[in-house]
């Protein structure tokens, strides 16, 4: 790639790319086709939104966020040539388990892919007494097996690193409480096994402006020469309600507890219709990130409004020199 800053990983040509539009500064920019995944593009999807890809054979493969018109919150897998154009499963996805208590779950939501050795990895927001981070995996996204939640209730945001950091797997989450959260700072913890977590570390709390009421981990961390590239919800607390918008922050790549710079503006925020207006408006929400190792290319996908499924993009380049030049 041109520039400094490397993405590490697989070259990605296939990606979605639309080059910055003339006249426009911003660190990250909205897809011309947004909203990439209408709210019913399921005939019984009360709103898709909040859902994560990952390159897949020659395509791509991705768990979408669907809540339907019982308004029951589920994760549903699908498939794209283009990461764009989605054919999802009607039916949410069917998790394969031995031990009956460990399927249990109320809900789904907010789900991430990340592809660890030969596995994809999902992580939701799962309904045990209570939301709590989930965990499963598949080869093929045809069938699915789930593993033990990985912490007590309650926590959101589970994201975990592509690798493993130290000889573990390693995992963002957002330890919270029973409902919606009006507090919580971002904590990483490592797992030899995928089952048993330990090594809790604290690795940044809100701070002020757009991310004073609470932040959690976005999409899977990019490993980049700078640090892991980490892009993060944060909310403001307004008098109409929260704000979520979208920031980013370069960790230590051995020590991603170690926060080297976070950004003091939003990267991104609720502006446009369709994240203004919906279920819940105000919100942007990024779940997952596709990058080209080659070029540098970032295309970040992220629920709007609790209602739709978007897509922006931006470049290592472009977003590396935005955080060391904003840093809190
Ligand atoms: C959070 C989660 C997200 C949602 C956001 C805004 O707590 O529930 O799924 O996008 O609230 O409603």
Partial sequence: MSGKVKLYGEPLSNMPWEDRPKGTNGPVWRSERNPIIPRDLLPTSNSIFNSAVVPFKDGFAGVFRCDNTARDMQI????????????????PIDFQYDDPERGKSEYKYDPRVVKIEDRYYISWCNGYHGPTIGLGYT?????????????????????????????????????????????????????PDMTYWGKHRHVMSKSDGW????????????????????????????????????????????????????????????????????????????????????????????????????LAFTTGEILVDFIKKHSV
């Fill in 76 to 91: 549903h897998s699908g498939k794209s040539k283009d990461a764009i154009h989605w054919e999802i499963e009607p039916e």
């Fill in 139 to 191: 080869g093929d996204f045809e069938t699915f097996h789930q593993l033990e939640n990985a912490f007590l209730p309650y926590n959101r945001n589970g994201v975990l690193f592509p690798r493993k950091i130290n000889g573990n797997y390693a995992m963002l989450s957002r330890p919270s409480d029973t409902g919606h959260t009006p507090f919580g700072d971002i904590f990483y913890s490592e797992s």
């Fill in 211 to 310: 991310q004073s009421t609470k932040i959690g981990a976005g999409p899977t961390p990019i490993e980049t020469s700078e640090g892991w590239l980490m892009i993060y919800h944060g909310v403001l607390t307004s008098c109409n309600g929260f704000v979520y918008s979208m920031g980013a922050a370069l960790l230590d790549i051995d020590e991603p507890w170690k926060v080297k710079y976070r950004t003091r503006p939003y990267i991104l925020n609720p502006r446009m219709d369709y994240e203004n207006v919906g279920d819940v408006p105000n919100v942007v929400f990024p779940c997952a990130a596709l990058h080209d190792s080659e070029t540098g290319r970032i295309a970040i996908y992220y629920g709007a409004a609790d209602t739709v499924t978007c």
